[in-house]
């Protein structure tokens, strides 16, 4: 139900009027907005925000940016709010609090191995289904114990197929107008309700590609896989070259296949190096390596599996993997800005809210709940759960709508502190952040969601000022050339930070260049394995 008296879901009225702002020797006239009675003109916030939104990296770019009180939901600074920006992965907003509001923080998926067939001493006359609810985080260790607990009931021969059902969810793998040039690129994976994560940032629908030069020039590089599994095929094009020449290896699928190419040189003496490579058909690639776990625990299957089809009704568990609980997987997902996650949550959505399973459910249940949050959705638009696509369009107003009403929910600490910490080294703390606003009073105070694409930068979250009084920020950026903007966007938090907003005692943090160490913004930081943040 909505919450008309709470005081983040009022409006105050606008006022507007004419700043004039001196910017490296040059006049610019600004329109800005601010609530009646203290605003930017009152207090020297709004001079400050727009000196360091004057920057030359935004020109001819686009900015949305709210800033708010987080108590009273009072808007000290608004430049064009309303206007509807690609938020990258501050879309990853809405989704997470609808999850934690839909599904509950206690929410678990679950694995089963189920059967219909009878059992004659070790033999299980029937098939044997392997079900994902999904959960994307299942390791190849959890379908190891899946198979181990299987053979410890004594079951060592199944007469029939083991199938996989992945009905959970619909066939759509990819979401609307995800970039056909990140097909097998980790961060842009096929989603499924049954699949597979090769390691603790839970990248689930990937496989990890260890290459290392070989013992000699001329030979083939060495090539691992991480977990080890069949379903893949490797093609070793590549070529170790004497030590000094140019590093050239490169590792992808083909389109379509499960084939992964290494080509080109790698010299003698280069570090081992590490790729995260989607596969096609993730149910297949989890059937797979069940199927293998299986083998190895003694299980022997007669028939070769099936995919897609669904668990009889009646069926009985034989055995069972729990996920952790939502309020932990929150963590993962939010500081690594896992988008397989988010899509797997909107879909989980969709089959809670609606029975089904797809992204047009999971959206409008989402949307839903954004509604109820006191957002305005008829303002933007929602195409995918993680932001990847470059439909989704947000204004600022809502993300920092959304930012003030979730305060008053149960879950809100769980989810709170799921966003990643500027400059918290630890990478499960400060996630996407750790490595920004270091050595300023925003480090261990700032937290925010941040999101990158080509040409489309945002940061959204909550710092407290230097007088104590805690603030809610969104700042989405769009149509820039330059390759960074992210130090515009930790400018204004560090301003924010540095800043007694209720005194007017403002201290402005000048933006720098795109420093040398700071990746191209046209991906997420923490997509970029295994570069630092």
């Not at 759509?172 to 090769?198: H, K, M, N, V």
């Not at 000094?244 to 290896?249: A, F, K, N, V």
């Not at 937290?447 to 230097?466: H, I, N």
Request: aromatic share 6%; hydrophobic share 35%.
């Amino acid at each position: 139900m909505s919450r008309p008296m709470n005081p983040v879901n009022r409006r105050p009225g606008l006022r507007r009027g004419w700043i004039w702002t001196a910017v490296a020797g040059l006049a610019c006239t600004l329109t800005l907005s601010s609530p009646a009675g203290a605003g930017p003109a009152d207090t020297g916030l709004g001079d400050a925000i727009d000196t360091i939104l004057a920057d030359a990296r935004l020109d001819g770019g686009a900015v949305s940016v709210v800033i708010a009180d987080a108590t009273t939901g009072e808007r000290l600074y608004r430049r064009d709010a309303a206007d509807r920006l690609m938020p990258a992965s501050n879309t990853k907003l809405p989704t997470s609090v609808a999850a934690m509001a839909l599904l509950g923080p206690e929410h678990r998926y679950t694995t089963d191995v189920l059967t219909t067939g009878t059992r004659h001493g070790s033999t299980l006359h029937g098939d044997l289904y392997l079900r994902g609810s999904g959960d994307p985080t299942t390791l190849a260790k959890d379908y190891e114990r899946l198979a181990a607990d299987l053979a410890a009931s004594g079951i060592r021969r199944v007469t029939g197929r083991l199938v996989a059902d992945d009905t959970r969810f619909d066939d759509q793998r990819l979401g609307r107008s995800w970039a056909a040039d990140d097909e097998s690129s980790y961060y842009s994976a096929q989603i499924s309700p049954l699949t597979l994560a090769p390691d603790t940032d839970y990248d689930s629908g990937t496989v990890v590609v260890e290459t290392a030069p070989g013992a000699r020039p001329g030979a083939r590089p060495t090539v691992k896989l991480t977990p080890p599994n069949d379903y893949v095929r490797l093609d070793v094009q590549g070529t170790t070259v004497e030590q000094g020449r140019p590093d050239t290896l490169t590792v992808e699928r083909r389109h379509g296949t499960n084939t992964i190419t290494v080509s080109g040189d790698i010299p003698l003496g280069a570090n081992p190096t590490k790729e995260w490579i989607t596969v096609w058909e993730p149910t297949g690639y989890a059937t797979a390596v069940f199927a293998d776990a299986l083998a190895a625990h003694g299980v022997r299957i007669s028939g070769s599996p099936r995919l897609g089809h669904p668990t009889p009704p009646g069926a009985r568990t034989l055995a069972s993997h729990r996920s952790m609980p939502l309020k932990e997987l929150l963590r993962p997902f939010m500081k690594l800005s896992n988008n397989m996650h988010a899509e797997a949550l909107t879909k989980t959505i969709g089959h809670r809210a609606a029975g089904r399973g797809t992204w047009e459910a999971g959206l409008k249940a989402i949307g839903g709940h954004l509604a109820k949050e006191g957002v305005r959705t008829g303002s933007l638009r929602q195409a995918d759960g993680s932001g990847l696509s470059r439909m989704n369009l947000f204004p600022a107003e809502e993300l920092a709508t959304l930012l003030l009403s979730v305060r008053d929910e149960s879950w809100y600490a769980d989810w709170y502190a799921s966003l990643p910490v500027a400059c918290a080294q630890d990478r499960a703390v400060g996630g996407t952040l750790r490595s920004r606003m270091c050595s300023t009073p925003a480090a261990l105070n700032a937290r925010g969601k941040t999101g990158s694409l080509t040409s489309a930068s945002a940061l959204s979250g909550y710092v407290t000022d230097a007088g104590g009084r805690e603030l809610v920020y969104s700042v989405v950026l769009n149509g820039y050339l330059a390759s960074s903007v992210k130090s515009i966007e930790d400018a204004v938090v560090v301003t924010l930070a540095s800043s007694d907003t209720a005194k007017g005692t403002i201290t402005t943090a000048r933006p720098t260049g795109a420093r040398a160490t700071e990746p191209d913004t046209a991906l997420e930081c923490s997509w970029r394995k295994p570069a630092r943040c």
